[in-house]
């Protein structure tokens, strides 16, 4: 029987550094972590610490200098480019501070865009999408498309469309930092009961303290470390 949670990501020696003319520079400087199933985590820090490097490589956006990234125990930089965007399109969703929605298209037909391109039929994608964007509060909102919805209901379909595929964990980078403060609790309060009733990972950068403070637990990066 095993103890304690279900391990869903794990981070053994992880560097990330860049080359600007002769200088190198390090970012992220030896990360050993362990991110269970389900958790809402936060990861807070000054700006240019390093957090959102750190969450695109978590969401295999970019690659490490040196270290593993394991998902339940697989190690997703051994996979190749076809391969990982296979695994990138099911296992994880994505939300970022400015929606990236495609303006000619209604909220529904953006929700759907990760199940479409993953081949499956639109019938059956757009089913699941009404159902997730009912779930986000904006059924009455799936044929609108982005210019005629507000900033509030516009993170709503981002935030669908990253469910879209049922991913075990989501990567936000600053979800809500281009909301007002009311609209911004509100856009956080909803990740917290998807991530409550859907049992998926939240993962997010954020400089809001005080929305931190809501989550499973905060992790701390300071000059390209963390710290619990």
Known sequence: ????????????????????GQKTIDVLKGIDFQIPAGEMLAICGA??????????????????????????????FALNGD???????????????????LPEFTAAENVIM???IAGRLHAESMERGLAILADV?????ADHKPGELS???????????????????VFADEPTGNLDTATGEAVYNLLIKLN??????????????KLAAKSDRIIQMVDGRIFD
């Open 137 to 141: 509060g904006l059924a009455d909102r």
């Open 47 to 76: 700006s240019g610490v390093g957090k959102s490097t750190f969450l695109h490589i978590l969401g295999t956006l970019e690659d490490p200098t040196s270290g593993r990234v394991l998902y339940e125990g697989k190690d997703v």
């Open 151 to 169: 900033g509030g209901e516009q993170q709503r379909v981002a935030i669908a469309r990253a469910l879209c595929m049922n991913p075990k964990v």
């Open 196 to 209: 409550r009733e859907r049992g998926v990972a939240f993962i997010f950068v954020t400089h809001n303290e």
């Open 1 to 20: 029987m095993q103890d304690g949670p279900r391990i869903l990501i794990e981070v053994e020696g992880l560097t990330k550094s860049f080359r600007t």
């Open 114 to 116: 990760p199940s479409l």
């Open 83 to 101: 391969t990982l965007s296979d695994f990138r399109n099911r296992f994880m969703g994505f939300v970022f501070q400015f929606h990236h929605l």
